[in-house]
């Protein structure tokens, strides 16, 4: 359950040292989804990475850094023809570069329950800076949720395959994250 008094005060606790520490990733409290388009829009494609891992660090004057990987080998459409496709150089290259990755390296509080994460995200090999917004809940003691929905051109990271223009390069990724205490 939400305790709405430890999220509205995010900022102080950050600021008073209390969130200090290292904090970790539970897998089985966290999802990684996908969405995309393909035949010009009229199926839509979903999935997710079933292996993620994570960690994140709040120092005592509340600057917090964190990273996130989801193993490519994990990710599943409920489509094994699919699956391999993606797993393959026209996506990820899964034999080459077995992580996406993304490094925060600045991590502010914008307001309420929300931050601004920015840093590095890593995908088939090419790195590139990326910011997104979270929302901030179940905070208390042990743990902290952060739940975001984020759109990324796949084309930047230089997976452009497209089939007779079919897919559509945007990809919607929905993301959430449950953090304990490590």
């Given at each position: 359950m939400t305790d709405k008094a430890d999220v509205a005060d995010l900022t102080a606790r950050l600021q008073d040292g209390s969130l200090a520490g290292k904090w970790v990733v539970a897998p089985d409290q966290t999802t990684v989804e996908f969405?995309?388009?393909?035949?010009?829009?009229?199926?839509?494609?979903?999935?997710?990475?079933t292996d993620v891992h994570g960690e994140a660090t709040v120092d005592p004057s509340g600057t917090i850094t964190g990273r996130l990987d989801l193993d490519v080998a994990s990710v599943s459409t409920g489509n094994a023809k699919r699956d391999t496709h993606l797993r393959s150089t026209d996506f990820f290259d899964a034999d080459t570069h077995n992580h996406i990755t993304f490094l925060a390296t600045d991590?502010?509080?914008?307001?309420?329950?929300?931050?601004?994460?920015?840093?590095?995200?890593?995908?088939?090999?090419?790195?590139?800076?990326?910011?997104?917004?979270?929302?901030?809940?179940?905070?208390?003691?042990?743990?902290?949720?952060?739940?975001?929905?984020?759109?990324?051109?796949?084309?930047?990271?230089?997976?452009?395959?497209?089939?007779?223009?079919?897919?559509?390069?945007?990809?919607?990724?929905?993301?959430?994250?449950?953090?304990?205490?490590?």
């Open positions: 969405r995309s388009s393909s035949l010009w829009g009229l199926v839509k494609v979903k999935g997710r990475f991590v502010s509080v914008t307001g309420g329950n929300r931050l601004q994460i920015a840093g590095e995200l890593t995908i088939a090999g090419q790195s590139h800076p990326f910011a997104w917004e979270a929302t901030v809940s179940d905070l208390d003691a042990t743990g902290v949720t952060l739940t975001s929905s984020v759109v990324i051109d796949r084309s930047q990271w230089g997976i452009a395959w497209r089939k007779m223009g079919m897919t559509k390069m945007d990809t919607g990724i929905d993301i959430k994250a449950r953090f304990t205490r490590g």
